[in-house]
Structures are given as C-alpha cells and as structure tokens.
C-alpha cells in the first residue's frame, strides 16, 4: 500500500468517523492507524480545520484531537509543510482545474510528493491528480 496525502474533509471525517467517509479512505486510514501507511497532511488542511471550527462548522477541540493523533508513535501521519517545491508543482495543476487556492496547495502536495490523494472532492478528482476515496 502507498502513502497518501489527505485533504482536509477528509481529515475531518475520519477524525469525527463521519459516514461520509469513503470505503476505501477508511481502509487507508485503519492502516494508517496500524502505522502500515504513512498519510501526509498539509499544512493548509490545519489552518482550514481552526477556520471551520471558528465557524462552529466542526467540533470545536478537533485541532486538539489532531494533535493529540499526530504526536501519537502509533499512527502514520504526518504533517506535510508547505515548501517551495510545493509552491512550484502549483503550475502543474491549472487554476481553470482547481479554482480554490487550498485545494490546488493540497493537490500540489500529493503532486510533489507522488503520492495518490485521499479526497472526495469532485473538482479535484476530474483533474491530472490521482485519488482515492
């Protein structure tokens, strides 16, 4: 099984074990969680959850439960920082594909790394970025 990269709906729903995660992002996630997989969070991913939960549209302590997971030696995630090289691969995914600026940088994130994406989003999916859900 490959890494992965996740965008944040993802994250979120897994984190909440929200239903409306797919069948195949929770076997990647389980097997994160057994440290099988490594799944690379972006950066970006943590400052939408602190906006959502601003806005009352997640829980509340969902950055602390984050944190509480990723500091965990059990599970394989890990934090992706948004570098230069992710800024560059940016031009290999066309704003005309992927108009939200936080979904390209999650998307330029799975790109550089070569990884497949974990996302249900439509947009993305429709674009040169491999996913899974």
Partial sequence: MPNYVTDTHGLVWYLTS????????????????????????????????????????IPENLHAQFTLVINSDRFGLRIADLTHEIAAALAQIPRAAVPDMPDRIIAATALHLGVPLISRDRIIQLSEVETVW
Avoid: H, M, N, W
């Avoid at 389980?30 to 009352?56: D, H, M, N, W």
């Fill in 18 to 57: 929200d239903a409306r995660l797919g069948r195949e992002a929770k076997v990647i996630f389980a097997a994160c969680e057994r440290g099988e997989v490594l799944i690379f969070v972006p950066t970006i991913s943590l400052v939408e959850i602190i906006y959502l939960q601003e806005k009352r549209k």
